[in-house]
């Protein structure tokens, strides 16, 4: 049920309708979105938004879908319906265009089934071929006119009648040139035609000089028109060709149309697919447009959503403002949430957001909202908003107000999502207030769920005090005295009425005397709605800082558990080649030894051999010895702060934050790190050489690397604070296996992630460009890098 009856207006569903149908590609599409209804069945409803996203990714990945010759044929087929009756040549040419478009749908959707099964399953039952078209192609030319090979006899009648055409207009350029040679004809006048007739232009003076009939004459009766007698056969000839013609290519087109009757059903069939493949298109080309998600379905109602714009609200701001988004959760728990604040604060747009939403999902459609809300299903829903005043019914607005709240009372149930905007307003507020308080309980009592707005201070202390509903605030501003548009979820609001009149200027006396009559009790409860509402916002701020700051602390241990594995690995490599050297070293010592004693023996100790082989000994001596390394003597230079420096012998670079005494903290990547001056060397060009030639050794395997590597990154959904860590990952290694081109997914939204992708690619001084990708492809939701 969906009350009251002028509930898309109310809403704007109407102007969703109507950007709908410009989207569409033929009148057959825009009927499908007039047939659009609200529906409750939770499988049809998937199937729907499951078309809609299928049909999405198609426009995003920029595939070569059908778009033309989306023609409405309700007047083809009622045509084709009558017997005796038939299809002009054009209607047919447009048809077999049309019949085409269907065939190539079909096919594209038959080769990406896997990738489309509910748009293909819509195609399924086409049963046209190829044939249907070609038939029409036989007969009809791409011009639209029957073809002359339609018939052997139309063949002949044109035959005769092009020959008939070439005597006439020979007979009437001899009969022409001799009425110029008598000075007949006006100057610059030719042979024309006249009720189909080829006639020739004589001056009325000379009209009896030539014999035939005249068929015409001039505006000023100074030329008439005359058809000589020698051409009266030669024009009542073709005239008859003429019309056996028409005779033949109507009883062409005739049992052209009696064949396609035959075809009726399967032809309604693959007009009825193309038509609800226009629409499906309509609503991705929507969703784009809105920047709209699959938000996750659930059978029971429910209301956890994240991110939630107002379509037409974000549309109308487009290129101006941001939208603030919505987080709003109805539960089994809390199912009504009282949504107070200051006038102009946003709580009609909140509530006007959770039933236009609502509704579009239920119609199908996908909605601006972040892919991990959930969507319950209602079977009703119930709204009561604007002024309803009505005279011809006598009704005042409040009068019209209750006639709402009582069919609310009559008709909802616990599948039922309720929407009433400044409940209890419109008459007295001590009474309103009281009347609203009781439909509330009531409500409450029948498990209704539903969103209110409201600015009376009873309800927000029942909703306070009562279980099974929830305070909501718009925020607000209290130093500017600006709305805020932020909706929090958990407090009531302040009116800030008193505020906003201080600051449009009323006199202080004035103000003083109303917070008197307002009374402590009333003002110090707005107090201290504020105060809570300032205590909530520094305690959110703390939150974020503290998420932000364990974030950077879990990075920064997992990039020193890498470098810390990294070194040991090395250090293993290092150990083992030095073992395995030694371990040949010692059996060359050996091997030289036992030869020396061998050629001493030979040589039964002569002087001279022995002194050889003992200085050969010697000279392996030498060389066998480990020489202590020594260590490069270091001339004294200075470091000061803002110095990319290096600790002796290592790789790792940082910069220098501050000096104490002997002491520096230098800043090593996410880790800081203090260290003694002696300990650093700065970093010149020779080793920052040598320590690119330690990494190009150090064991990176470049080939796994890459074949691991994908040159798209997507961080949509992630938070600001887990984008920069993902994207310098992806950038390092895309540097290091020599990309040239990269793609970052990250959605449209607000525009905060790609703000901070681009801004933090401008740090890279290997980032030639980061630009939007072609709109076809995804448009201002992907940068595009290209590397130097």
């Not at 009562?466 to 718009?474: K, L, P, S, T, V």
């Not at 009116?495 to 009374?519: D, M, N, W, Y």
């Not at 290096?646 to 002491?663: A, E, M, P, T």
Request: hydrophobic share 40%; glycine share 6%.
């Amino acid at each position: 049920m969906i009350y009251p009856s002028e509930f898309e207006d109310k809403l704007g569903f109407v102007q969703i309708r109507q950007k709908l149908k410009s989207y569409c590609l033929s009148d057959a599409g825009a009927a499908w979105v007039d047939r659009m209804r609200f529906s409750s069945e939770v499988d049809f409803i998937r199937v729907l938004l499951k078309q809609n996203v299928e049909f999405l990714q198609i426009i995003e990945k920029g595939e070569p879908f059908p778009a033309r010759h989306f023609f409405d044929p309700a007047e083809w087929l009622a045509k084709i319906t009558l017997e005796g009756n038939w299809l002009e040549a054009e209607e047919f040419l447009n048809m077999a265009y049309s019949l085409e478009t269907i065939l190539a749908c079909k096919t594209f959707l038959g080769k990406a089934h896997e990738l489309y099964p509910e748009l293909f399953k819509l195609a399924e039952p086409v049963t046209v071929t190829a044939a249907l078209a070609k038939t029409i192609f036989e007969k009809i030319d791409d011009k639209a006119q029957v073809r002359d090979t339609a018939s052997a006899e139309l063949g002949k009648i044109r035959k005769r009648l092009r020959e008939e055409q070439s005597r006439l207009r020979k007979l009437a350029e001899q009969i022409f040139r001799t009425a110029v040679e008598e000075k007949w004809v006006p100057e610059g006048a030719l042979p024309t035609i006249r009720e189909g007739r080829v006639v020739i232009p004589i001056q009325a003076e000379h009209k009896r000089k030539l014999k035939g009939f005249i068929l015409d004459e001039s505006a000023t009766g100074q030329t008439v028109f005359l058809e000589p007698t020698e051409m009266l056969d030669a024009n009542n000839e073709i005239r008859d060709l003429e019309h056996s013609e028409k005779r033949e290519v109507v009883r062409i087109l005739t049992e052209l149309t009696n064949a396609f009757r035959q075809e009726l059903p399967a032809l309604k069939t693959a007009y009825q697919f193309l038509a609800q493949i226009d629409f499906i298109r309509a609503k991705a080309k929507l969703s784009v447009e809105i920047q709209a998600e699959h938000p996750v379905i659930e059978k029971q109602p429910e209301l956890v959503w994240y991110t939630a714009k107002h379509p037409l609200l974000y549309l109308s701001l487009k290129g101006k403002r941001e939208v603030v988004p919505l987080n709003i959760e109805l539960d089994q728990q809390d199912r009504l949430l009282l949504v107070s604040g200051p006038n102009a604060g946003g709580k009609s747009v909140c509530l006007k957001t959770v039933g236009l939403l609502q509704y579009m999902v239920q119609c199908g459609l996908l909605i601006p909202v972040s892919e991990r809300s959930r969507v319950g299903i209602f079977q009703d829903i119930l709204l009561d908003i604007g002024d309803q005043q009505s005279i011809e019914n006598d009704l005042s607005t409040y009068s019209s107000h209750l006639r709402n709240m009582k069919t609310f009372m009559q008709s909802a149930n616990s599948r039922s999502l309720v929407l009433m905007d400044e409940l209890g307003s419109g008459t007295d507020p001590n009474f309103g207030g009281a009347i609203a308080q009781a439909i509330l309980e009531e409500l409450l009592k029948k498990r209704v769920w539903g969103v209110a707005t409201t600015h009376y201070y009873n309800l927000k202390l029942f909703a306070g005090q009562r279980q099974g509903i929830r305070n909501a605030a718009m925020r607000f501003d209290d130093m500017n005295l600006e709305p805020l548009y932020v909706l929090d979820i958990g407090k009531p609001g302040s009116s800030f009425a008193l505020e906003i009149a201080r600051k449009i200027g009323l006199p202080q006396h004035t103000l003083q005397e109303a917070e008197k009559l307002v009374g402590k009790d009333l003002a110090g409860f707005e107090k201290l709605v504020r105060s809570l509402e300032k205590e909530k916002q520094a305690l959110s701020e703390k939150t974020k800082k503290m998420e932000r700051q364990e974030s950077d602390l879990k990075q920064s241990l997992a990039r020193y558990q890498s470098l810390s594995a990294d070194l040991e690995t090395r250090k293993k490599e290092i150990i083992n080649k030095a073992k395995e050297e030694a371990a040949n070293l010692l059996k060359d010592t050996n091997r030289e030894i036992e030869k020396t004693i061998r050629h001493i023996r030979a040589n039964q100790a002569h002087k001279q051999e022995t002194k050889k082989v003992r200085k050969n000994l010697q000279d392996l001596t030498q060389r066998v010895e480990v020489q202590p390394k020594k260590e490069p003597v270091r001339t004294a230079e200075t470091l000061k702060e803002g110095d990319r420096v290096r600790i002796i012998g290592q790789d790792s670079s940082g910069v220098i934050l501050s000096i104490q005494g002997k002491n520096a903290t230098v800043q090593f990547g996410e880790l800081k790190s203090v260290t003694k001056l002696d300990k650093l060397e700065k970093i010149t060009g020779a080793i920052e050489k040598e320590m690119a030639t330690r990494l190009r050794t150090s064991g990176i395997n470049v080939f796994e690397k890459r074949s691991n590597f994908s040159d798209t990154l997507d961080v949509r959904g992630k938070r600001v604070d887990e984008v920069i860590p993902l994207l310098d990952q992806f950038m390092d290694t895309a540097i290091l296996l020599g990309q040239g081109e990269l793609k970052i997914l990250h959605g449209k939204g607000e525009g905060v992630l790609r703000k901070v992708v681009r801004d933090h690619l401008k740090r890279y001084k290997e980032v030639a460009s980061a630009n939007d990708e072609h709109v076809e492809r995804g448009g201002d939701g992907i940068t595009v890098v290209v590397l130097k």
